[in-house]
């Protein structure tokens, strides 16, 4: 590989910070960037004036209805599981692994609780997605009375947080093909877990979902059942 | 909702919001379309681009990190890569010069009294304070997203030559929005 000196970053770095420099060039410079100090506070300084430079973009109008095609295109186009923002992730990694663990549990003790029957599966579950295809958790549905219905989230707080609406209420509806949707307070939005008992026809339960106070789903999953 | 930052907007989009996708649309449409129009030259692909730029971000915004730079920046970044892409993708690239590109690129200066951005006037003044081989260089590749070989190529101008404006202008710059004496 090609192997740059200072001399050469130097050369290479407005390119670099531009994002134009061709890539074994790119490769060779992050190489030496990895190595020396000096040059990376130089590239650190420079970093930047893209985002400067592009927004000063002059501006035009698209034709009418714009708005409306791309908003169709997003239906067509779900948005798949994503990182979270870095400057969060080192706060929340004990906690993603900590929620992460509850789920496990959550479904150990689903499997233990509810399996080994022959016969039917004996709960359900499905992933709580956001609207644009976003995993924020799960959701365990006994099948058998008495009907218990637990909900991982982990995600949870972190959107909610990031959305800028921490005090909005939410609750928890439950769509069946047997009789309207019910409703149940979520008396818990911590993101760990959340555990209810429900005095519904577990097999008729289709669809569980978040909603907030405004009536909008913030998050849904439609139930399969899972072997038991 | 329609008042919300930038910043909470992106965080609406992560969460698959799409009320908040329509307002970040209508905020940025303007902008993202405007530089899609500057590159690739034809309203059509234009806005296709755009819109390709709206389901790019829609489908990344979780990974957009506010202490990177503000929400406007990542999206026009993606803006710029997607109307490169698309430049590429359509082989137009070698129809499409450096002098074409460069010699009626728009004055990159808001008339708009309410724009959020005002605070960039520096960076205006900065650009426009660089000899003009040099903001013609930075312009190439910052916003046509050129090489500096390839420019030599476009401009028949030696490659060193080509990277030295570069520099110049891009440390020039630099100084001038840090106020650092020359």
Redesign the interface.
């Known amino acids: 590989m090609k192997r740059f000196d200072c001399a050469e970053l130097a050369e290479a770095a407005p390119e670099l910070i531009l994002g134009v420099l061709p890539g074994d060039e790119r490769a060779a410079a992050v190489a030496h960037l990895e190595g020396c100090p000096s040059c990376q506070q130089q590239v650190s300084s420079l970093a930047g004036l893209t985002d400067q430079l592009l927004l000063l973009t002059p501006q035009a109008q698209p034709s009418a209805g714009f708005e409306q095609r791309v908003l169709a295109s997003l239906e067509e186009k779900p948005a798949p599981v994503v990182p979270m923002a870095r400057g969060r992730r080192h706060r929340l990694r004990a906690t993603t692994w900590a929620m992460a663990a509850v789920a496990a549990c959550l479904l150990v003790a689903a499997v233990v609780l509810f399996g080994g029957r022959s016969g039917s599966p004996a709960f359900a579950s499905g992933e709580m997605r956001t609207g644009g295809g976003v995993v924020v958790g799960e959701v365990f549905v006994q099948r058998e009375r008495p009907v218990t219905m637990m909900m991982s989230l982990p995600g949870w707080t972190e959107r909610v947080q990031s959305y800028g609406q921490p005090s909005q209420t939410y609750s928890v509806r439950i769509e069946r093909d047997d009789g309207p949707p019910i409703i149940v307070a979520m008396t818990s939005t911590d993101g760990a877990a959340w555990i209810t008992d429900l005095d519904v026809d577990p097999s008729a339960i289709t669809r569980v979902a978040i909603v907030d106070g405004y009536g909008r789903t913030w998050c849904s999953a439609e139930l399969h059942a899972s072997a038991g | 909702m329609w008042n ?1 930052s930038d910043e ?1 907007l992106v ?12 307002v970040f ?2 905020r940025f ?3 993202v ?3 899609a ?2 590159i690739v030259r034809d ?1 059509q692909m ?2 296709e681009v ?2 390709d730029t ?2 790019r971000a ?13 929400a ?2 990542w999206l ?2 993606i ?2 890569n997607a109307s490169l892409d698309h430049v590429r993708s359509t082989a137009r690239r070698r129809d499409h010069t450096a002098f074409e590109a460069l010699e009626d690129l ?5 008339d ?1 009294a309410e724009d959020p ?1 005002d605070a ?1 006037a520096p ?2 003044d900065a ?1 426009r304070s660089l000899p003009e081989e040099q903001r013609q260089v ?1 312009m190439a ?3 046509y ?5 390839e420019i030599s190529e476009a401009w028949g101008v030696p490659l060193g030559t080509v ?1 030295t404006r ?2 110049l ?3 020039k ?2 100084d001038e ?2 106020g650092v004496p020359r």
Not at chain 2, 59 to 65: C, E, P, Q
Request: net charge positive; glycine share 10%.
């Open positions: 919300a909470a965080a609406g989009l992560g969460a698959g919001d799409r009320e908040a996708a329509l649309i209508r449409q303007s902008r379309f405007g530089l129009l500057s309203r234009a806005e755009a819109q709206f389901v829609w489908r990344y915004a979780g990974s957009y990190d506010p202490v990177r730079g503000p406007a920046a026009l970044g803006a710029r728009p004055d990159p200066v808001s708009d951005y960039l960076v205006t650009l930075l590749t910052a916003y997203g050129f090489t500096a070989r990277k570069l520099r202008a891009v440390h710059l630099r929005l840090t």
